[in-house]
T-cell receptor, first 112, second 116 residues
Framework: GDSVTQMEGPVTLSEEAFLTINCTYT??????LFWYVQYPGEGLQLLLK?????DKGSNKGFEATYRKETTSFHLEKGSVQVSDSAVYFC???????????FGEGTQLTVNP | DAGVTQSPTHLIKTRGQHVTLRCSPI?????VSWYQQVLGQGPQFIFQ???????GRGNFPDRFSARQFPNYSSELNVNALLLGDSALYLC???????????????FGPGTRLLVL
């Protein structure tokens, strides 16, 4: 079946450090890929998405590129802020389906 | 415009009881999906409803059921609650059936259920 694997966390960084959170997927067909963020005590917010190979999703300084050859969608940010502290989820949805398949999530803590 | 709303925000039940969770989608959205998020894990798909019909079901027991109303709001029902049902229950809406590459699901804040 479909699955998403995220790098094990938690991740702790200092403010202004570079962030990478790895995400790889297994799916038949040609999924769309997403990064969602969950702040403490809240639901999920869409951070960015990409719908085809080599697409780059970007938002609020975060970027991720859909790499079909490596089945990856790694999240990056050049300079993190304390306010970026949250749990980040990588997810996929297949074009023939309507259910999101999520990874386990990666807890990010940014210290001042 | 208001986002996805869910009620109640928190709920405490005991084993064997029944619970009903409610969700109102973004105005104009016709599809509602339900997810269960156990502490420390990613959300797991439970149901999707579109135009009042069930369009998808995840790997959950028959104790879980749902329905969608003519105004596109939805209810999730769980019977005979178990301790393992304790989780954050998330509702998401999308404009159409969600079978299109460009569609995005927008999530509500969730209902946190604790079963004692």
């Amino acid at each position: 079946g479909d699955s998403v694997t995220q790098m094990e966390g938690p991740v702790t960084l200092s403010e202004e450090a570079f962030l990478t959170i790895n995400c790889t997927y297994t799916a038949t067909g040609y999924p769309s890929l997403f990064w969602y963020v969950q702040y403490p005590g809240e639901g999920l917010q869409l951070l960015l998405k990409a719908t085809k190979a080599d697409d780059k999703g970007s938002n609020k300084g975060f970027e991720a590129t859909y790499r079909k050859e490596t089945t990856s969608f790694h999240l990056e940010k050049g300079s993190v802020q304390v306010s970026d502290s949250a749990v980040y989820f990588c997810a996929l949805i297949k074009v023939s389906g309507s259910r999101l398949t999520f990874g386990e999530g990666t807890q990010l803590t940014v210290n001042p | 415009d208001a986002g996805v709303t869910q009620s109640p925000t928190h709920l405490i039940k005991t084993r064997g009881q029944h619970v009903t969770l409610r969700c109102s989608p973004i105005s104009g959205h016709k599809s509602v999906s339900w997810y269960q998020q156990v502490l420390g894990q990613g959300p797991q798909f439970i149901f999707q409803y579109y135009e009042k019909e069930e369009r998808g079901r995840g790997n959950f027991p028959d104790r879980f059921s749902a329905r969608q109303f003519p105004n596109y709001s939805s209810e999730l029902n769980v019977n005979a609650l178990l301790l393992g049902d304790s989780a954050l229950y998330l509702c998401a809406s999308s404009p159409n059936e969600g079978r299109y590459r460009e569609e995005t699901q927008y999530f509500g804040p969730g209902t946190r259920l604790l079963v004692l």
